[in-house]
């Protein structure tokens, strides 16, 4: 069973920075895109940042560049540093990945618990 762990959420002030991560854990044959997707209370989810397995990333426009999304091969592990944060970046970031857990098993797509960033102003 795929699980993905969030961390590093918290409380940080307008122009502070945090970084979150996000570890894998299960039988995992190939993980193909990780990416960090965040939610505001009363809004839709939304796609943050995604890196493919060969490093290339995408970006929400209104993050670009004050975050940077990473990801530790080896490790199975995602990360979203986050710099310059403003009030409206306040959400839960979802940590999301797409995988084949086995060979011969279609992709799919899992998700963490969340971790709630709060930025004040």
């Known amino acids: 069973q795929v699980q993905l762990v969030e961390s590093g959420g918290g409380l940080v002030q307008a122009g502070g920075s945090l970084r979150l991560s996000c570890a894998t854990s299960?039988?995992?044959?190939?993980?193909?895109?990780m990416g960090w997707y965040r939610q505001a209370p009363g809004k839709q989810r939304e796609l943050v940042a995604q890196?493919?397995?060969?490093?290339?990333?995408n970006y929400a426009d209104p993050v670009k560049g004050r975050f940077t999304i990473s990801r530790d091969n080896a490790k199975n592990t995602v990360y979203l540093e986050m710099n310059s944060l403003k009030p409206e970046d306040t959400a839960i970031y979802y940590c999301?990945?797409?995988?084949?857990?086995?060979?011969?098993?279609?992709?799919?797509?899992?998700w963490g618990q969340g971790t709630q960033v709060t930025v004040s102003s």
């Open positions: 999301n990945i797409e995988c084949r857990v086995t060979m011969w098993a279609g992709r799919t797509s899992y």
């Open positions: 299960g039988s995992i044959f190939s993980i193909y895109v």
């Open positions: 890196i493919t397995s060969g490093g290339t990333t």
